[in-house]
């Protein structure tokens, strides 16, 4: 079992920048894969970027070069940063974590790009 713990949302002008958490209630060597995902309203949830055990990452292309997935292991933390950020971006930011065979999911944080 995998509790995941997200923070650091909120509202942000657009060029703005802000730094999302996600808190492991296990340590990360533990959990194969984690990601970020977001759902704007009215859509479907989709993936932000991704972070496997190895270190290796990835983003979909509408965030390539704004935003950074990291990982702390002393914190079990994981972390988005994301900068030049557009409305568009706008959404509940949500944790995923996959430990096999289960997948995880946090609560959700609200992020809002304004205009």
């Known amino acids: 079992q995998v509790q995941l713990v997200e923070s650091g949302g909120g509202l942000v002008q657009a060029g703005g920048s802000l730094r999302l958490s996600c808190a492991a209630s296990?340590?990360?060597?533990?959990?194969?894969?984690m990601g970020w995902y977001r759902q704007a309203p009215g859509k479907q949830r989709e993936l932000v970027a991704t972070?496997?055990?190895?270190?290796?990452?990835n983003y979909a292309d509408s965030v390539k070069g704004r935003f950074t997935i990291s990982r702390d292991n002393a914190k079990n933390t994981v972390y988005l940063q994301m900068n030049s950020l557009k409305p568009e971006d706008t959404g509940v930011y949500y944790c995923?974590?996959?430990?096999?065979?289960?997948?995880?999911w946090g609560q959700g944080t609200q992020v809002t790009v304004s205009s």
């Open positions: 972070i496997i055990a190895s270190g290796s990452t």
């Open positions: 296990k340590t990360l060597f533990s959990i194969n894969y």
């Open positions: 995923k974590a996959y430990s096999i065979p289960r997948e995880y």
